[in-house]
């Protein structure tokens, strides 16, 4: 790619003066790519990785097919640079500059996953940003795009919904792979919307105005606190509630006991709702601690949500999210749906990375590492009482359940986001440190 490129620049070189004459002589145009690239899948796979090199104001389509309703995945690594390394790519109709379904300038860990709206040839623009561009460095890359077959999601969204989606719930977590990083709120649901505001990682935020998708993507209206800033973020930044906020659902057995309210920030209240379902108005409302009858519960989509009676004198009724009841003064335990997925990336210059994380009790987290085939990984996990399993891009095991007691290390097959499952299948919370290498 680079001696093409170089090549190119040798054939097309023009004197300066020779650009302003065409610059005089020629009628505006519309923006488009100094080079266009087909990209072929190899006969059965569903995955490819591109290297390739771009310097200063250039920038680079790389073209594909897909079916309307289709996931794609792509995550970009910056490979070598004499720069800062600001490559971003964004995701378009083929030879259009507007409609773009991912804006990578806007997010900061250069990985996106949309569902393509129509049948149609789909570009993935690679660019440069900022002193890089302005100062006509170059920046290497590796791109790796994957496609659910099927119309099928790649299976990597955190919120443990089968179509992908997050669940519609009262409250939400702001979470990102740079715990230092910040999510835009924008006035409307698409990268384009103006920012209102930004919400840093682990930020708990009332779900406000639901869920859309737009774009190719889901967003969600949400409010950081009851006077805080409220607008759009991207969905695929949230996840539901985790360790000491989420609830089991009272036992069957407990219909017409009383429960109590737990897992509610401290700082909000849980909204009692006149149907099973966020889209239902809001009766009422409960804080943590607060003792309520619980009267039966149904499940909705992937929420379980229960009727309730409230303990005041007019003992009125309502329906909540059955996360945030808890049964017979119990402890609130996490339930397995508000399992997290985080994303390792390695310093510059580094092929491996080591960190510690905590895993509440039958929780699992899925670490989403971007690798190539050929390359060895190896994965050790530290911590009792834990198990582990590793799964290719395609959703297929590459390594079946292993206790944490033993590391594993093997070469890889397929191109793409490789998936570490990690659980805790112990009543307790659990501490554990992980070591990623990619050789």
Wanted: with cysteine; net charge neutral; aromatic share 8%.
């Amino acid at each position: 790619m680079k001696d093409f490129v170089r090549g190119l620049r040798k054939l097309v070189g023009l004197s300066a003066l020779a650009v302003g004459a065409l610059a005089l002589s020629l009628p505006a145009a519309p923006l488009s790519a100094q080079e266009s690239v087909n990209i072929q899948f190899n006969s059965g796979s569903s995955s490819t990785t591109i290297n390739g090199a771009v310097r200063g104001y250039e920038y680079i389509d790389y073209v594909l097919g897909a079916r309307g309703g289709q996931t794609m995945v792509v995550s970009l690594a910056v490979t070598g640079t004499n720069g800062n390394g600001t490559a971003y790519f964004n995701i378009l109709p083929a030879g259009q500059d507007t409609g773009a379904l991912y804006v990578g300038s806007n997010f900061s860990d250069r990985r996106a996953e949309v569902t393509l709206p129509y049948d149609g040839n789909w570009a993935i623009r690679v660019y440069l940003m900022g002193n890089d561009r302005d100062a006509d460095k170059t920046v290497g890359y590796s791109i790796d795009v994957y496609i659910a077959p099927g119309g099928q999601s790649s299976g990597s969204s955190s919120s443990g919904s089968s179509s992908g989606l997050l669940p519609e719930e009262d409250f939400f977590i702001v979470s990102l792979s740079n715990s230092g990083g910040m999510l835009n709120v924008r006035n409307a649901p698409r990268a384009s919307g103006a920012l209102l505001g930004k919400l840093s990682h682990g930020t708990p935020v009332r779900n406000s105005g639901g869920c859309t998708i737009s774009y190719g993507q889901q967003w969600c209206k949400v409010q950081a606190s009851p006077n805080g800033v409220e607008g759009w973020v991207a969905a695929r930044f949230l996840t539901l509630p985790g360790p000491g906020a989420p609830t089991t659902p009272p036992a069957s057995g407990n219909a017409g006991g009383l429960v109590n309210v737990a897992g509610v920030a401290s700082n909000d209240v849980l909204n009692v709702r006149g149907g099973p379902g966020t889209n239902y108005n809001i009766v009422g409302a409960l804080a943590n601690g607060d003792r309520v009858r619980q009267l039966s519960c149904e499940m909705v989509g992937n929420a379980r949500w229960c009727e309730i009676e409230m303990q005041t004198d007019m003992r009125e009724r309502g329906w909540v999210n059955a996360r945030y009841l808890s049964g017979g003064g119990q402890a609130a335990v996490q339930l397995p749906s508000a399992s997290r997925v985080e994303r390792i990336q390695f310093s510059a210059g580094a092929s491996g990375k080591e960190f510690v994380d905590e895993l509440g009790p039958n929780m699992d987290v899925t670490y989403l590492l971007g690798a190539r085939n050929g390359q060895f990984l190896s994965v050790e996990v530290m911590g009792q009482g834990l198990t582990y399993r590793i799964f290719n891009p395609d959703g297929s095991l590459l390594l079946d359940t292993l206790p944490t007691s033993t590391p594993y290390r093997g070469q890889l097959w397929q191109s793409g986001d490789h998936k570490i499952e990690v659980r805790n299948g112990t009543p307790g919370l659990k501490t554990f440190t992980t070591i990623v290498g990619i050789n």
